[in-house]
C-alpha cells in the first residue's frame, strides 16, 4: 500500500489541471502573436514560402528525402490527380556518428548517396541515360523534408538555426541546406534539384489537404513523433514581420494573390522560459543533462525523444525513494498472493542509462489490461533487464506512464487548441481539419481522447467546437507532401 501511496504522490505531480492548460493556451497565442512580429521568439513561426494548399487534383512524379530523426527515407511518388498517389521508397537508419560529426558534408554526402542507390534501383533507365548524355533527361525536381528549424527566405532555401533530437553539428548552423545537399548530390552527377525546403508538419499539412476529402481545408498539420511540431495556414497580413523580410530579399518572391502563407510554427520552444509549462524535478533534470538545455522545453515534455526519460528519472526516483516502505523493484512480500519475490535488476539495466526507455515501453504498459500485469513485467525484463517484478511494481510503473503520456497529451491540445483559437477558424468554417503523424499519436493509446478531453475544456472550443474539429492521421506525410512542394515549386518557375 505503501508504494501505491507514493507512486499516486507521484503521479500527482504530473497533473495539468483545466486551469493550467487555460493558462497555456493564452500563453501559446500571446507568443504566436510575437513570433509572427520579429524574428528570435520562443515560438519562431518561420515563414514557409509555401502560399496554397493543395486541393487533391495535382499530377506528376516526384523526388522527396526526409531527415528529420532516426531514419533517411528516399523516395518517388506520383500524384495521380484524384486524391491518390504511388510511393516507392527505401529507408536507412542515419548513423550515430553522422549526426554528431565535425564535418557536415559527411553527412550529406551520406544522404546523396543514398539518393544515387534509390535512382539505381528505381530509375535506373533515366540514371543511366544521364551518365552517358547530360542533358538529355529533365531532372527529378526533389522535396527535401528537411525536420529542423530552418530560417527560410525562399521555397528552397534557408539556414539551419539549430538542430534539435539530438543532433550535433556545428559547422552546419547557419547554412544554407538545400545547398550543402545540392553540392553533394551535383558531386555525384545525379539529375535531381533540390527545388523545395520542407518541414515535416508543413509536408503533413499538404498531405492531408492533398488526400482528405470535403471541401475543408486542412488547418494544421502536426508531429507528435519523435519531436513536436505545427505548421498552420496564416494569413499574409498577420505575418507582421514579412514586411522586413521582403525588404531585405529586395521584394516578395512568392505568390502573394492567394493572401495566405504556411508558418512553420517550431513549437517546440514554446515558453522555454517555463512561465506556464509544468516543471517537475524529472523535465528539469532530463533538461540540465541534455545536449540543448533551456531550448525546446514544449518538445522536452511532449514528444517521443523524451517521455522514455522522463518515465525513467521519475522510476528511479521511486526505486532510490528514503521511504522504505514504499520499497520499488526491490524483494518484497507481495499482498496480492503473500509470496516472496526476488527481484533482479540487471547492473547495465537501461533503468540506469539516461534515453534508456524508449517511448514503445510507455504505449504497452499503457496498453496493458493483462492479469497481474503480466505484459508490463515481460517488457520489463526484455527492454530494462529487470526479472520478477511484483505485481505492485508493475501497477506503481503503470501509474506514472499513465501520468506522463496524459500529461503530454493534454500539452499537445494546448498547441493545437491554440492555434485553433488564434486562426479563428472555428467562427469561420463549418470544420477545423488537422493533419497529424508520428509515432505518438499513431501508437500511444488515448492520445487523441486526452487531446478532445482537453479541448471540451478548453475555453473558446468547449464540447461545441470539439465536435467540429477533425484529426486525421497523415501517413507518409513528409514524402507526399514534400513531392506536392517540389511540384508548386516547379510550376513556379515556368515562364
Ligand atoms: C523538432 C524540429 C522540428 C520538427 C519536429 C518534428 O521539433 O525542430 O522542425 O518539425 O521536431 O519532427
Keep these: 500500500m505503501a508504494l501505491e501511496k507514493e507512486a499516486k504522490r507521484m503521479a500527482a505531480e504530473f497533473e495539468y489541471s483545466k486551469d493550467d492548460l487555460n493558462r497555456g493556451v493564452q500563453h501559446f497565442m500571446t507568443e504566436m502573436r510575437e513570433g509572427l512580429g520579429k524574428t528570435g521568439g520562443h515560438i519562431s ?35 495521380h490527380g484524384n486524391h491518390t498517389f504511388s510511393l516507392t521508397q527505401s529507408k536507412v537508419a542515419v548513423p550515430r556518428t553522422l549526426m554528431e560529426t565535425q564535418v557536415a558534408a559527411e553527412l550529406f554526402s551520406f544522404l546523396a548517396k543514398q539518393i544515387e542507390n534509390f535512382l539505381k534501383t528505381h530509375h535506373n533507365d533515366h540514371f543511366e541515360t544521364h551518365k552517358a548524355k547530360p542533358g538529355q533527361v529533365a531532372y527529378f525536381d526533389l522535396g527535401f523534408t528537411f525536420s529542423f528549424p530552418v530560417e527560410q527566405v525562399g521555397i528552397n532555401k534557408g539556414a539551419l ?34 527545388s523545395a525546403l520542407v518541414n515535416d508538419t508543413v509536408g503533413t499539412l ?30 499574409l497580413s498577420n505575418i507582421k514581420k514579412m514586411k522586413d523580410i521582403d525588404e531585405k530579399q529586395g521584394g516578395a518572391n512568392y505568390d502573394t494573390t492567394t493572401g495566405l502563407m504556411v ?4 513549437w517546440g520552444s514554446f515558453d522555454n522560459a517555463l512561465k506556464v509549462l509544468p516543471d517537475t524535478p524529472y523535465d528539469r533534470a532530463l533538461d540540465k543533462e541534455s545536449n540543448n538545455p533551456g531550448i525546446q522545453m514544449f518538445e522536452k515534455r511532449v514528444s517521443g525523444m523524451f517521455l522514455g526519460e522522463i518515465l525513467r528519472r521519475a522510476m528511479l526516483a521511486l526505486h532510490n525513494s528514503d521511504n522504505s516502505n514504499a520499497s520499488f523493484l526491490k524483494d518484497k512480500t507481495s499482498a496480492d498472493n503473500d509470496l516472496t519475490t526476488t527481484t533482479v535488476i540487471e547492473p547495465d ?22 492479469d497481474h500485469l503480466r505484459i508490463t513485467k515481460q517488457v520489463l525484463e526484455k527492454d530494462l533487464g529487470i526479472q520478477a517484478a511484483a505485481t505492485e511494481d508493475a501497477i506503481a510503473i503503470k501509474m506514472l506512464v499513465h501520468a506522463v503520456g496524459k500529461r503530454a497529451a493534454r500539452l499537445a491540445a494546448v498547441a493545437l487548441g491554440a492555434v485553433i483559437l488564434e486562426t479563428k477558424r472555428l467562427e469561420t468554417d463549418g470544420f477545423v481539419d488537422i ?22 475544456e478548453t475555453q473558446g472550443i468547449g464540447e461545441e467546437g470539439e465536435k467540429k474539429i477533425r484529426i486525421g492521421l497523415a501517413k507518409d ?4 507532401g514534400a513531392a506536392l512542394i517540389a511540384l508548386t515549386a516547379h510550376d513556379a518557375e515556368k515562364p
Design 45 to 79: 513561426q518561420i515563414p514557409t514560402y509555401v502560399t496554397a494548399v493543395p486541393n487533391g487534383t495535382e499530377k506528376g512524379t516526384f523526388l522527396a528525402v526526409d531527415l528529420g530523426g532516426t531514419n533517411f527515407r528516399v523516395c518517388s511518388i506520383t500524384l
Design 161 to 194: 538555426v539549430r538542430w534539435t533530437k539530438g543532433f550535433s553539428i556545428q559547422e552546419a548552423i547557419g547554412k544554407d541546406v538545400c545547398e550543402l545537399l545540392q553540392k553533394e548530390i551535383d558531386a555525384l552527377n545525379l539529375p535531381v534539384k533540390v
Design 206 to 235: 499538404m498531405a492531408r489537404s492533398y488526400t482528405s476529402p470535403g471541401k475543408e481545408s486542412t488547418l494544421i498539420g502536426a508531429i507528435f513523433g519523435t519531436g513536436t511540431n505545427g505548421a498552420y495556414v496564416e494569413r
Design 263 to 266: 508558418i512553420n510554427t517550431e
Design 349 to 370: 539495466s537501461a533503468l540506469f542509462k539516461q534515453w534508456g526507455i524508449d517511448t514503445s515501453f510507455l504505449s504497452i504498459v499503457e496498453e496493458d489490461q493483462s
Design 435 to 456: 493533419g497529424v503523424d508520428g509515432s505518438l499519436v499513431e501508437y500511444y493509446p488515448g492520445f487523441e481522447d486526452y487531446i478532445r478531453e482537453a479541448f471540451r
Design 477 to 480: 506525410g513528409s514524402g507526399l
